[in-house]
């Protein structure tokens, strides 16, 4: 046999491409080499793959071998080729079935030794494959739990080369060889965070519910000690478990991060990034192989900035972007990658510097001009797109020494969040949006859903004496909906405009 065929995945942010690994023999000088747009990685599989071959007691054409990989046009990064690289290669000697390699995908690196070795971001690659319509994929020993997560595809566990070669026809003596394993992390307790351990703040409970119930972004601003860390981090365990879908998702995204994934885990999941991370940090970012952020790792969860002031304006203004869309795509020479992030938004800052403006009682020392600097750091665009702007004040003493707690449980809450949640998912059944915070604007202020007059009256002469965008008129009607729909009603009233008007700047009508 001349020439062999058979498939890998190249990955551009959570898509995945199937490339096509052709290899070819010639009379010419020989040599090994591998052409269509290869990075660095993946140009050094050359000589894993011609030691890991000799090692697992197969054998390479002394001819000049070159090895294509289709589209040629498409960047194709890492180690994850080797094995289709390693097994097209040898097919050209004749000793592999060829239909067989050309109806399977590969997937992992080889170390020298022809053991196979766990890649990341299989998740996705096998998705893509299973897309493609392929029945079949081979992935590293490693990774085959996280590989089975996929349905509709059959996925064999490669502890070496050699054994892989046999599946595809080679005769050889199997030999039991210690497969290569991941990394395992410690064992994480998730942390017992219960709403009632919540002293003194009423409202701002009952404001993070009305968050969970409609996905809607919240900044939280108070002096040091008033709870808003507490809080926040209290908000993915009333939010409802994740379906299956949206499970998978976030788990490619683990994947793809480099994380250990064996199981789908429904908890939404919690990013906190210190307020030192950059643009990259957050967004995501690389030369050439591009990294999931926090803004991504946090798809369909919680993105909690703690000290948001402290953050750069930079890194917080690049948030704005993907708060619209959902998604973020980062563009680099020759190619796009695009990532979900469909997060939630949790902001917490002081007031200033010192943290004690405007509390009574305290000093604070800052003068004028810092106060309105660090006011600053998040822009009006930012504040424009955060829908529940919430006040939080220090406990008194006299209730803090009382052990006053919160009336609600997380339980509770999570109850009313997944009832609040199940009424708007009737309501928009037959859109594309799941929740009222995703909900265009114009479908809100047209059509059968348009609020009266009367009712809409405070909110439009907000609009008209110029202290609401129209951006933030929008967000009001999705907050009063989230309202109704808490408080079991069939359409917002005086009641929820009144009280979304408040929550997102303050006003009372």
Request: hydrophobic residues 45%.
């Amino acid at each position: 046999m001349k020439t062999a065929r058979t498939w890998a995945v190249a990955l551009t942010g959570v898509d995945g491409h199937l490339v096509e690994i052709e290899a070819d023999v010639s009379n010419q000088t020989p040599g090994f080499k591998i052409v269509g747009l290869p990075d660095k990685a993946l140009g050094e599989a050359a000589q894993r793959v011609h030691n890991a071959v000799t090692n697992a007691h197969l054998e390479l054409t002394r001819r000049r071998l070159t090895v294509n990989l289709s589209p040629a046009s498409l960047p194709k990064h890492g180690s994850g080729f080797d094995l289709g690289i390693a097994i097209s290669a040898v097919a050209t000697g004749g000793v592999l079935n060829a239909g067989s390699i050309a109806r399977t995908v590969h997937i992992g690196e080889l170390g020298l030794d022809g053991r196979v070795r766990p890649v990341p971001g299989v998740l996705p690659a096998v998705f893509a494959a299973a897309r493609a319509g392929f029945e079949q994929v081979i992935v590293p020993h490693a990774n085959a739990a996280e590989a089975r997560l996929v349905p509709g595809i059959r996925v064999r566990a490669a502890t070496t080369l050699a054994e892989v070669a046999m599946w595809h026809g080679a005769d050889l003596a199997p030999v039991e060889v210690e497969p290569v394993t991941a990394a395992v992390a410690p064992p994480h307790e998730p942390e017992s965070l219960d709403l009632v351990d919540v002293v003194g703040q009423d409202e701002a409970v009952e404001a993070l519910i009305v968050a969970a119930a409609g996905g809607h972004h919240l900044l939280m601003s108070g002096p040091p000690g008033a709870g808003k860390t507490m809080l926040a981090r209290r908000l993915p365990g009333i939010l409802p478990p994740l379906d299956e879908d949206a499970a998978l998702e976030v788990a490619s995204i683990r994947s793809l991060s480099g994380a250990a994934v064996d199981v789908l885990d429904a908890l939404p999941p919690l990013e906190a990034p210190h307020h030192s991370a950059s643009v990259a940090a957050l967004v995501g970012g690389g030369s050439r192989a591009v990294r999931p952020g926090a803004i991504v790792r946090a798809h369909r969860g919680i993105l909690f900035l703690d000290e948001a002031a402290e953050f750069s304006r930079v890194a917080l203004d690049a948030l704005r972007q993907p708060l619209e869309t959902g998604s973020i795509e980062i563009d680099r020479a020759g190619f796009r990658a695009r990532f979900p992030a469909r997060f939630q938004l949790a902001l917490a800052t002081n007031p200033c510097p010192c943290g004690n403006y405007g509390v009574r009682g305290a000093e604070c020392i800052c003068p004028p001009i810092a106060i309105r600097r660090y006011s600053a750091r998040l822009s009006g665009p930012l504040r424009d797109r955060i829908d529940i702007d919430l006040q939080v004040a220090r406990v008194a003493a006299s209730r803090a020494t009382a052990s006053e707690r919160s009336g609600t449980t997380t339980a509770e809450a999570r109850g009313r969040v997944q009832e609040a949640r199940r009424r708007a998912g009737l309501r928009w059944a037959q859109t594309p949006w799941t929740v009222n915070a995703e909900v265009a604007g114009s479908h809100l202020r047209q059509g059968a859903l348009r609020l009266p007059s009367d009712v809409r009256a405070p909110l439009d002469r907000a609009l008209e004496r110029g202290l609401l965008t129209l951006r933030g008129y929008d967000r009001v009607l999705r907050l009063a909906w989230t309202m109704a729909d808490l408080a079991g009603v069939d359409r917002p009233g005086h009641d929820e405009l009144g009280r979304a008007l408040f929550l997102k700047k303050g006003l009372i009508s």
